[in-house]
């Protein structure tokens, strides 16, 4: 029997319209064959740091969506999303999507710009909340960083947009473009926190931010370009008031790996959803 042409495992970069660039991802469009011992086979296989699986639901555009990096299933992934997204506006056109994930509801919307494809997703409620000392000092350690590499007017905050994620802003740029840490130690604080990355971020100007994620849970030394942890640190901007409430952010991401990538998010008054867009190309 020829398997569903749907179960084909395409490969994508998100956050980058330059196959050399961005965060890459595997998707599956029709994954209703697949069970997760499968899912994590193709994952680990692929070796991305996350990989989309698509089965489609009732209604137009709806989608429950699984993803997987290769160690675990991860309950929402950003840049999966607009890879996955992207894929099927190129089978089915532009057009809205609705995505459900382990996380909640993600709304996806694609449009076509300057003959580009960008993808934006809304994020389900976020939330940010303080993070321990201790275990701030722990990630520090990890890290090989200390206190004073730390920006004071950007404090460490855990952010959740679907996932959690320990934000900590580093003092300057030689600081953020210097990561060498200990994989094992800070996997597994972050286990024990329930952490997806360690967002680390450094503010250029008002609106424009260098980001890293660091990401030993899934199995990846550093995520390229990382569009949950994108939402989140929208949402701890905004909630510190480091932000305005409505605002437009841009972040830099994966030029440190060779890998640039750049995703915009809005954060608007009225919604503390925060939406994360960005285009995305095929990959052979």
Same mark, same amino acid.
């Given at each position: 029997?020829?398997?569903?042409?749907? %179960?084909?495992? &395409?490969?994508y970069?998100?956050? %980058?319209?330059?196959?050399g660039?961005?965060n890459?991802?595997?998707v599956?469009?029709?994954?209703?064959?697949?069970?997760?011992?499968?899912?994590?086979?193709?994952?680990?296989?692929?070796?991305?740091?996350? %990989?989309?699986?698509?089965? *489609?639901?009732?209604?137009?555009?709806?989608? $429950?969506?699984?993803?997987?990096?290769?160690?675990?299933?991860?309950?929402?992934?950003?840049? $999966?999303?607009?890879?996955? *997204?992207?894929?099927?506006?190129?089978?089915?056109?532009?057009?809205?999507?609705?995505?459900?994930?382990?996380?909640?509801?993600?709304?996806? %919307?694609?449009?076509?710009?300057?003959?580009?494809?960008?993808?934006? &997703?809304?994020?389900?409620?976020?939330?940010?909340?303080?993070?321990?000392?201790?275990?701030?000092?722990?990630?520090?350690?990890?890290?090989?960083?200390?206190?004073?590499?730390?920006?004071?007017?950007?404090?460490?905050?855990?952010?959740?947009?679907?996932?959690?994620?320990?934000? &900590?802003?580093?003092?300057?740029?030689?600081?953020?473009?210097?990561?060498?840490?200990?994989?094992?130690?800070?996997?597994?604080?972050?286990?024990?926190?329930?952490?997806?990355?360690?967002?680390?971020?450094?503010?250029?100007?008002?609106?424009?931010?260098?980001?890293?994620d660091?990401?030993?849970?899934?199995?990846?030394?550093?995520?390229?370009?990382?569009?949950?942890?994108?939402?989140?640190?929208?949402?701890?901007?905004?909630?510190?008031?480091?932000?305005?409430s409505?605002?437009?952010?841009? &972040?830099?991401?994966?030029?440190?790996?060779?890998?640039?990538?750049?995703?915009t998010?809005?954060?608007?008054?009225g919604?503390?959803?925060?939406?994360?867009?960005?285009?995305?190309?095929?990959?052979?």
């Amino acid at each position: 029997m020829t398997e569903n042409p749907g %179960s084909e495992i &395409l490969h994508y970069t998100a956050f %980058s319209a330059d196959p050399g660039g961005g965060n890459r991802a595997g998707v599956v469009l029709d994954a209703s064959g697949f069970d997760e011992r499968r899912m994590l086979a193709v994952a680990a296989d692929l070796g991305y740091s996350e %990989s989309a699986f698509l089965t *489609a639901r009732p209604g137009e555009g709806a989608y $429950a969506i699984r993803y997987f990096s290769p160690k675990a299933e991860v309950s929402f992934c950003g840049h $999966a999303t607009v890879a996955a *997204a992207v894929a099927l506006a190129e089978r089915d056109g532009p057009g809205e999507l609705e995505f459900a994930t382990a996380a909640g509801p993600v709304p996806v %919307s694609v449009v076509r710009e300057d003959g580009e494809l960008r993808a934006t &997703l809304t994020s389900v409620e976020p939330y940010v909340e303080d993070a321990d000392p201790a275990d701030v000092a722990e990630a520090l350690a990890a890290l090989d960083w200390a206190a004073a590499d730390l920006d004071p007017a950007l404090p460490p905050r855990i952010a959740y947009a679907g996932a959690r994620h320990l934000v &900590l802003a580093a003092a300057t740029r030689a600081r953020l473009a210097d990561l060498d840490y200990d994989f094992a130690r800070l996997e597994a604080l972050m286990r024990r926190l329930g952490l997806t990355t360690v967002q680390l971020v450094r503010r250029e100007s008002e609106h424009t931010f260098h980001v890293r994620d660091p990401f030993p849970v899934g199995g990846v030394v550093e995520d390229p370009a990382t569009g949950a942890a994108a939402a989140a640190f929208g949402a701890y901007a905004r909630e510190l008031g480091a932000v305005p409430s409505a605002a437009v952010l841009t &972040l830099h991401q994966g030029a440190d790996m060779g890998r640039p990538g750049t995703l915009t998010v809005e954060l608007r008054d009225g919604d503390a959803r925060v939406r994360v867009s960005g285009t995305a190309a095929r990959i052979g």
